[in-house]
């Protein structure tokens, strides 16, 4: 591959680097888009998360103690990793697709294709929405 034309996806430095925030050059939004928003997206930011509380904890292992207390010191706190990584994936998403010069609510996409039956059946009973009708917000 020569030095002018553009990458597709990023080397192993670069992902670490996405991963916890930086940028990955323009030439690169098609997978970044497919990353934030595409099958899967959410249980890769978990492990995103999840990954830097782990090797945090690790150390604790070493510790000699039982399995019992081994757990005492490092579930609770892994467990609320995770819970958290879960509650704000989908501002994390956004705010990296934004990062990126991507539409914030391509978030939404995998969610709107799912429950796009809800809506065709709304609309079959009710009718369509009004134009005036303001969206209710976001998922929290």
Same mark, same amino acid.
């Given at each position: 591959?020569?030095?002018?034309? !553009?990458?597709?996806?990023?080397? @192993?430095? &670069?992902?670490?680097?996405? $991963?916890?925030?930086?940028? #990955?050059?323009? $030439? ?9 928003? *595409?099958? *899967?997206?959410? *249980? ?8 830097? =509380? ?9 510790? !000699?103690?039982? #399995?019992?207390?081994?757990? &005492? ?8 990793? @995770?819970?958290?990584?879960? =509650?704000?994936?989908? =501002?994390?998403?956004?705010?990296? #697709?934004?990062?990126?010069? #991507?539409?914030? &609510?391509?978030?939404? @996409? ?10 065709? =059946?709304?609309? &079959?009973?009710?009718? !369509? ?7 209710? *917000?976001?998922?929290?």
């Amino acid at each position: 591959m020569s030095s002018d034309t !553009p990458r597709r996806k990023p080397n @192993v430095m &670069e992902y670490i680097g996405y $991963s916890y925030g930086r940028r #990955l050059p323009d $030439s690169m939004r098609d997978w970044v888009r497919n990353d934030l928003t *595409g099958k *899967g997206a959410i *249980g890769r930011w978990m492990i995103r998360a999840a990954i830097p =509380a782990a090797l945090f904890l690790a150390p604790f292992w070493l510790i !000699p103690a039982s #399995l019992y207390v081994h757990a &005492e010191m490092t579930l609770p706190i892994f467990i609320w990793v @995770v819970i958290f990584s879960h =509650a704000f994936n989908n =501002a994390w998403r956004r705010q990296m #697709l934004a990062k990126h010069g #991507l539409d914030p &609510e391509l978030v939404d @996409v995998q969610k709107r294709k799912r429950e796009a039956h809800i809506h065709r =059946a709304y609309i &079959e009973r009710y009718g !369509p929405r009004p134009d005036a009708a303001q969206p209710q *917000g976001h998922d929290i």
